[in-house]
């Protein structure tokens, strides 16, 4: 009996010690400016703020990853259109918090919200209040984190939410999946055989009231943003992707043993079958 716990001891110690780990360290950035009415430059104008929230990957099972670093900076941070902001990729967070800083900064300044107005540096002139006028009050805010690690696969998790007036703010989380020992970014083809078929599917597996289901113009690339957990493929979608804003954003999940069981998840996909409790 002891050489059996034993056993089972020294393979639960083995398992743990073959999980993914991922070392993350926190940073963040902000800038703001002012917007003022080019017709009337008596007006109060907009106070505009930008906030980057970031648990930045520093490692993967002990070493950096610049796969994975690349695949971040391009998603989130559009680094390859940018670069003489992120001139190459690096696993420093020192250096890429000054990056970010830098893309933050101009940003801000090259928005299309700042061509329609005169834009005023901070101290120029009085700041707004955002307590006493939330109205005048524009953001837009980013938040990267590790979201939950499924055997080899890491799921990052980028949410958005900005607000440039109106009724109600915008909002909307994205996916980045990435395979660790494959060292590279993972797609929904790598988990399913054909896309199109799958997209069929989707609209059956919607539990909202039929009336209020937008699935008429979703294609196959509105289905890249999903995360696999406890054996389930997860669609996420954002406000008004394929219902009203009141819904808010909305999640359809499969189960990958009936992808299965229709002969659409791939070699790759299997793996994930029983999955299991996700970190």
Same mark, same amino acid.
């Given at each position: 009996?002891?050489?059996?716990?034993?056993?089972?001891?020294?393979?639960?110690?083995?398992?743990?010690?073959?999980?993914?780990?991922?070392?993350?360290?926190?940073?963040?950035?902000?800038?703001?400016?002012?917007?003022?009415?080019?017709?009337?430059?008596?007006?109060?104008?907009?106070?505009?703020?930008?906030?980057?929230?970031?648990?930045?990957?520093?490692?993967?099972?002990?070493?950096?990853?610049?796969?994975?670093?690349?695949?971040?900076?391009?998603?989130?941070?559009?680094?390859?259109?940018?670069?003489?902001?992120?001139?190459?990729?690096?696993?420093?967070?020192?250096?890429?918090?000054?990056?970010?800083? =830098?893309? $933050?900064?101009?940003?801000?300044?090259?928005?299309? !919200?700042?061509?329609? @107005?005169?834009? /005023?540096? &901070?101290?120029?002139?009085?700041?707004?209040?955002?307590?006493?006028?939330?109205?005048?009050?524009?953001?837009?805010?980013?938040?990267?984190?590790?979201?939950?690690?499924?055997?080899?696969?890491?799921?990052?998790?980028?949410?958005?939410?900005?607000?440039?007036?109106?009724?109600?703010?915008?909002?909307?989380?994205?996916?980045?999946?990435?395979?660790?020992?494959?060292?590279?970014?993972?797609?929904?083809? =790598?988990? $399913?055989?054909?896309?199109?078929?799958?997209?069929? !599917?989707?609209?059956? @597996?919607?539990? /909202?009231? &039929?009336?209020?289901?937008?699935?008429?113009?979703?294609?196959?690339?509105?289905?890249?943003?999903?995360?696999?957990?406890?054996?389930?493929?997860?669609?996420?979608?954002?406000?008004?992707?394929?219902?009203?804003?009141?819904?808010?954003?909305?999640?359809?999940?499969?189960?990958?043993?009936?992808?299965?069981?229709?002969?659409?998840?791939?070699?790759?996909?299997?793996?994930?079958?029983?999955?299991?409790?996700?970190?």
């Amino acid at each position: 009996m002891k050489k059996i716990f034993f056993i089972a001891f020294v393979l639960v110690v083995l398992s743990a010690n073959g999980a993914t780990k991922v070392k993350t360290q926190h940073f963040e950035v902000s800038d703001s400016i002012r917007l003022l009415e080019k017709e009337d430059p008596q007006a109060m104008g907009y106070k505009l703020k930008m906030m980057v929230v970031a648990d930045w990957p520093v490692s993967v099972n002990g070493k950096p990853s610049s796969a994975l670093t690349k695949l971040l900076l391009d998603s989130v941070f559009y680094a390859s259109n940018n670069r003489d902001i992120i001139p190459y990729y690096t696993s420093d967070v020192n250096v890429l918090r000054d990056f970010i800083g =830098d893309w $933050v900064y101009r940003s801000l300044r090259t928005n299309s !919200m700042a061509q329609e @107005y005169n834009v /005023r540096e &901070p101290g120029s002139v009085p700041d707004i209040n955002c307590e006493e006028e939330p109205m005048s009050c524009w953001y837009e805010n980013c938040e990267l984190k590790l979201s939950h690690v499924v055997g080899d696969l890491v799921f990052f998790m980028e949410y958005n939410d900005c607000y440039y007036g109106g009724a109600h703010n915008m909002f909307f989380t994205s996916y980045h999946a990435f395979d660790t020992a494959l060292d590279r970014h993972v797609t929904l083809k =790598d988990f $399913v055989t054909s896309p199109a078929k799958l997209l069929k !599917m989707l609209p059956s @597996y919607d539990k /909202r009231d &039929p009336d209020v289901k937008w699935w008429d113009y979703i294609t196959t690339e509105s289905i890249e943003n999903f995360y696999i957990k406890n054996g389930k493929l997860v669609f996420v979608f954002a406000p008004y992707a394929i219902g009203p804003f009141c819904d808010g954003e909305i999640e359809v999940i499969v189960p990958l043993k009936t992808l299965n069981a229709k002969g659409l998840l791939t070699t790759y996909g299997k793996k994930y079958l029983k999955s299991g409790k996700s970190r």
